[in-house]
């Protein structure tokens, strides 16, 4: 699985209704409204790399009041939750 995280500009008076549309598309698993140069981020995750370019400047690029984005391609996946998992396999509780 290929994950991204996707900095996005968009018109701030809509970034409510942009973000539900976004959050609404195909490979696209989180959006998140937040400060800073950027108004919404969002987690795109695909199984294969060609799938980026449908989702990121297939649909999102497209939604309306989307400005601009940036996009960041996930080497490796560090969790708490997924370190936790990993120790806690086999002990009994």
């Given at each position: ?8 500009k ?6 409510p ?7 609404a598309?195909?490979?696209?698993s ?17 199984p ?6 449908e ?7 497209k ?7 940036e ?7 560090y969790?708490?939750?997924d370190?936790e998992?990993a120790?806690?396999i086999g002990l009994?509780s």
């Amino acid at each position: 699985m290929i994950t991204s995280i996707v900095l996005i500009k968009t018109d701030v008076d809509r970034i409510p209704e942009i973000a539900e549309r976004i959050a609404a598309l195909e490979g696209v698993s989180e959006v998140y409204s937040v400060t800073g140069a950027h108004d919404l981020i969002a987690m795109v995750r695909v199984p294969h790399h060609d799938g980026l370019a449908e989702v990121i400047p297939g649909r999102i690029s497209k939604v309306p009041g989307v400005v601009s984005t940036e996009t960041h391609i996930a080497f490796r996946a560090y969790s708490r939750h997924d370190l936790e998992a990993a120790f806690a396999i086999g002990l009994d509780s």
